[in-house]
């Protein structure tokens, strides 16, 4: 069995940093694609980033150039570095790990950008 949890999540101003972090425990061979995704009430799950085992990634259009994803394989950890947050990005951020073949998803952490 594998668990899935986010943390890093939090209350910050408009303009402000945060590091969430997505950890994989329990008996994992591989991760291949992690994917950070974010919901915002009454709105769908929307996509924010992604990274392979090769480490290439992709972004949102909304979130290029402020936010970073990374992963360190050593840990079964993917991080999303959000730069620059803006009141919008308020939303539960959750993160969907592909291990071993299954995808798995976190349980959510919830970001809040005040104006």
């Known amino acids: 069995q594998v668990q899935v949890v986010e943390s890093g999540g939090g209350l910050v101003q408009a303009g402000g940093s945060l590091r969430l972090s997505c950890a994989a425990s329990?008996?994992?061979?591989?991760?291949?694609?992690a994917n950070w995704y974010r919901q915002a009430p009454g709105n769908e799950r929307d996509f924010v980033a992604s990274i392979t085992s090769g480490a290439s990634t992709n972004y949102a259009d909304s979130v290029k150039g402020r936010f970073t994803i990374s992963r360190d394989n050593a840990k079964n950890t993917v991080y999303l570095q959000m730069n620059s947050l803006k009141p919008e990005g308020t939303a539960v951020y959750y993160c969907?790990?592909?291990?071993?073949?299954?995808?798995?998803w976190g349980q959510g952490t919830q970001v809040t950008v005040s104006s």
């Open positions: 329990g008996t994992i061979f591989s991760i291949n694609v």
């Open positions: 969907l790990l592909r291990v071993n073949s299954v995808n798995y």
